[in-house]
């Protein structure tokens, strides 16, 4: 299993800075959330770890190596982006294969089995995938290279519900049966965020949060309930967002819960990481 540590990585693309002075750890064996608004740096943080892009300052280290250039530190790594690398009249048992190449571990059994799953035709050309399933083969593909760390970059783009609960269903059992680090940029966090082990938020380039999803829950709360009885016990309180509904209202507040001290006609319950995404981000 691999470490990756993100030292002072700093990207500019022109008079925009992309990236400011990141420093983060991904820790071996953990299921990340890199999460951020449109435009935040996600996507080119992801690109500089994988050696798809490069940093103006700063470097990337896979189990203390300098990955830059770096065939066995980059071996151990697998992205999933939007964009198909792959030839789009490449067929996509094709693709399976030509992974396989990269990647010695690669288990084509279970990706074949994945497709079954998905009912995915492994003779169709790439070009002729629809947007939802262009997503699934590849999919398959980061799931069945059983790299060390796997990164996915809006995985479910285009998957209708079903098959984005399979994704995240899959994720967690490829996870449980051959733990490595995966590293989920997604913008439907609520979906996602029962798989997360440990949220990452990115905004404008800065690094805002790097927390495991226990301690998030603990930084804050909702109550829910009358909106007269809401608002009353809010009162001097940091209050993180508000929703209203009728005559009854959900206040996000922050701060640690202390049930004990919630009015009987309100329900209280930890803070979700979505809200406390939206809180960061529009602060």
Not at 87 to 99: C, N, Q, R, Y
Not at 104 to 126: F, G
Not at 145 to 167: I, Q, T, W
């Amino acid at each position: 299993m691999s470490t990756i540590e993100i030292k002072n990585i700093s990207k500019s693309f022109g008079k925009k800075q992309a990236l400011s002075d990141i420093n983060l750890t991904l820790k071996e064996n953990c299921i990340y959330g890199l999460l951020g608004r449109n435009g935040a740096g996600k996507s080119t943080l992801m690109n500089i770890i994988n050696n798809r892009n490069f940093a103006d300052s700063g470097e990337v280290l896979v189990d203390g190596i300098p990955h830059c250039e770096n065939d066995n530190a980059l071996g151990k790594l697998h992205m999933m982006s939007e964009h198909l690398l792959y030839l789009p009249s490449m067929k996509v048992k094709d693709m399976f294969k030509s992974a396989a190449c990269f990647y010695p571990e690669y288990d084509m059994e279970y990706a074949l089995s994945l497709c079954e799953e998905y009912k995915l035709d492994t003779k169709v050309k790439l070009q002729k995938l629809s947007t939802g399933y262009r997503s699934i083969a590849k999919i398959v593909n980061a799931l069945a290279c059983n790299a060390d760390v796997v990164f996915f970059d809006e995985p479910v783009l285009g998957l209708d519900a079903n098959h984005r609960d399979m994704f995240y269903r899959q994720t967690i059992e490829k996870y449980n049966s051959r733990p490595a680090t995966f590293v989920i940029s997604t913008h439907l966090i609520e979906e996602a965020a029962g798989m997360i082990e440990r949220a990452v938020v990115i905004k404008e380039g800065k690094l805002l949060l790097d927390e495991d999803s226990e301690a998030i829950r603990s930084m804050g709360y909702s109550v829910s309930g009358r909106a007269t009885a809401a608002d009353e016990f809010a009162k001097g309180k940091e209050i993180i967002n508000e929703e209203n509904l009728g005559g009854l209202k959900t206040i996000y507040i922050k701060g640690k819960l202390d049930r004990s001290l919630i009015p009987d006609e309100l329900d209280a319950a930890p803070l979700s990481l979505q809200n406390l995404f939206i809180h960061l981000t529009n602060s």
